[in-house]
Every structure is written in C-alpha cells, then in structure tokens.
C-alpha cells in the first residue's frame, strides 16, 4: 500500500525539550512538506522540499528544522525555540511540486 | 498576497439533498486548485484538483468547478450522506511555480440521516 506515514499520532513534551516529528512515505514523490494546523486557521506551510538534501523555508519557519537525507523521508524538529508548539502537524507530498498534494494522517503535539 | 475564503464555516443538511460549497480567492493568478476533505482528528484526503485551465472535475458524486476570473470555485456534492459529515478545505497554488498552497479555513459539513 503506499501512501505517507506520520508516527507518532499523538505526542508529548515538556516546555523546554526539543522534538522530532517522523514522516515517511512510498510515493517515490520527490517533494514534501510540513504544514502547522491549529484550530479556526487555514494550514500553514513550515518548511518544504523539492529534492534529496535540499529545503526551504514556509511563511512559518521559526522554530523549526528539518533535513532530507533520504527521497523517503522529512522528518521535523520542533525547537524550544518554538513560542507556541501545541498543534497538529501534517507532513504531505507530492510527484513534483506542482501537483497534487497528499496528506499524512497528522501528529498532534502538546507541550505543557 | 493571496486570500482564500470559504463560506458558510458550518452547513447543516439533511440526508440526501444536494449542496454545494463555496470558496473564493482574491488573486486570480492561480496555477491550480484542490478540494480536500478532513475528518476530526485525521489528515486530509485530496478530493479533486482542477488545473487552471479547466472548468471542471468530477469523482463520484462530487463535482468542482473553477472560474479563474472571478476567483471562485465550488464543490457540489450530489444526494449527500451521513458519511459526507467532515471539514472540506479548499487550497490555491499560486502561479510561477510557487512552492506553497494557500488554505482556506474550511466548511464544516455535516449531513443529518
């Protein structure tokens, strides 16, 4: 089946810990992103990337970090530097990154 | 700086009429469109993607359509179901290759049997 994985579903840290999200899909899409949803707000883009090894910022980049050694996989750390953390976070990608989008089922992170 | 609105935020049907949602975007320099459905809790599901060029999609008993000019699109969902109930977002990826989708905030639909 492909598809993208996110793990874990829900997660929890204390203010403070720097945290890492997973994300890892069998698509063979070359592009993928990391959106930021809280609630009664459109999604908003973290961080995304077109290839292997390289990325760029979204509207929304502070506090964050990725990296993309491999096509599969994008997985983003969530810093103590983050002012407000507790969201829900959605990994997606696509073949290029101009076309269609496919979504992750999410990782809701608190932070207490 | 492109703004994607989608009205009304809440819709209440009953089973088996048909509907439509609306989402509009200030910009009409838009290289595609995408219509997605969230369930509570969950990732979104790509509906439909209608490329700039296009007046149209169908899957299903979902129909979207795109009119660039006026910068609107709709979603209609014909004989609707229970299992229709979710939050349908719609997304703009404006021109010259840009990397990012602009969201609207969503409809939350849900359809009484």
């Known amino acids: 089946d492909g598809g993208i994985t996110q793990s874990p579903k829900y997660l929890f840290r204390k203010e403070g810990q720097n945290v890492t999200l997973s994300c890892e899909q069998n698509l063979n899409h070359d592009a993928m992103y990391w959106y930021r949803q809280d609630p009664g707000q459109g999604l908003r883009l973290i961080y995304y990337?077109?290839?292997?090894?390289?990325?760029q910022k979204g509207d929304i980049a502070e506090g964050y970090s990725v990296s993309r050694e491999k096509k599969e996989s994008f997985p983003l750390t969530v810093t103590s530097a983050q002012k407000n953390p507790t969201a829900f976070y959605l990994c997606?990608?696509?073949?290029?990154?101009?076309?269609?989008?496919?979504f992750g089922p999410g990782t809701r992170l608190t932070v207490t | 700086k492109q703004e994607v609105t989608q009205i009304p935020a809440a819709l209440s049907v009953p089973e088996g009429e048909n509907l439509v949602l609306n989402c509009s975007f200030t910009?009409?320099?838009?290289?595609?469109l995408q219509w997605f459905r969230q369930d509570p809790g969950k990732g979104l599901t790509s509906l439909l993607l209608?490329?700039?060029?296009?007046r149209e999609q169908t899957s299903g008993r979902l129909n979207a359509s795109l009119d660039k000019s006026s910068g609107r699109s709709t979603l209609y969902i014909a004989a609707s179901q229970p299992g229709d109930s979710a939050t349908y977002l719609c997304?703009?990826?404006?021109?010259?290759?840009?990397?990012?989708?602009?969201f609207g905030k969503g409809t939350k639909l849900t359809v009484n049997p």
């Open positions: 997606a990608s696509s073949i290029v990154q101009s076309a269609e989008q496919y």
């Open positions: 990337s077109q290839i292997v090894n390289d990325f």
């Open positions: 209608i490329q700039s060029s296009q």
């Open positions: 910009d009409s320099a838009i290289y595609n």
């Open positions: 997304a703009v990826r404006p021109e010259g290759g840009s990397e990012k989708l602009v």
